[in-house]
């Protein structure tokens, strides 16, 4: 009994090694012998390239935007907003802040940074899920201070549904409601991320 425990163990440990080894081997077969179809197949960047970009929040005389105010990233990088000017929030469409009607994929954590006061403070947050995001400065979306993030590939999702489309029950009409002006820059951010697929 106990010479066949011992060998057993043996064997468990043999094929351990060699399923461990397994893996070790394709992949250094693979950098010497991939083909172009495979090039293709890893869609995600290591952890390492992961990049930070940089999105000022801006006041110009009447003017309050993002600059800029649309993203093309890659899941897994980061975004960091910094306050150039004026005070500003950076806040996903999401029922959880404010009432809004959700515009970010449903997977997807929502954020709002506060409200930023000093010059140079920043917020930022990494974006793994894939798919489109809208966001919105708390007091500045009724005069269209919004911007766009497509992580990855632009999936169909909340984020490129028409803001006009979006239903509104008198209720809760004034706590969650999508201002004129901020429905239309979202419509051009919306356009601008739709020019970006394949027709
Ligand atoms: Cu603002």
Redo the contacts with the bound molecule.
């Keep these: 009994m106990q010479a066949f425990a011992w060998n057993r163990r043996t064997f468990l440990r043999t094929v351990g090694v060699l399923s461990l080894a397994g893996p070790a081997v394709l992949l250094a077969s693979c950098k010497h012998d991939k083909k172009p179809s495979e090039a293709g197949d890893a869609p995600q960047p290591p952890k390492d390239q992961a990049q930070i970009h940089i999105v000022r929040?801006v006041t110009d005389g009447e003017r309050?935007f993002f600059d800029p105010d649309r993203l093309v990233i890659r899941p897994g990088d980061k975004v960091k907003w910094v306050l150039q000017s004026?005070v500003?929030t950076t806040t996903a469409y999401h029922p959880q802040f404010f009432g809004k009607p959700l515009r970010i994929p449903e997977q997807a954590e929502p954020w709002h940074s506060g409200v930023l006061t000093e010059i140079g403070q920043s917020y930022e947050r990494t974006f793994e899920v894939e798919g489109v995001y809208n966001y919105y400065?708390t007091?500045?979306q009724s005069l269209g201070?919004v911007g766009i993030i497509v992580v990855g590939k632009p999936l169909d999702g909340p984020g490129l549904v028409p803001p006009e489309m979006m239903p509104m029950e008198e209720g809760i009409m004034m706590e969650g409601m999508i201002y004129e002006r901020e429905a239309e820059k979202l419509m051009e951010l919306i356009e601008w991320v739709k020019a970006l697929r394949p027709s």
């Design positions: 929040m309050h004026m500003h400065c007091p500045h201070m």
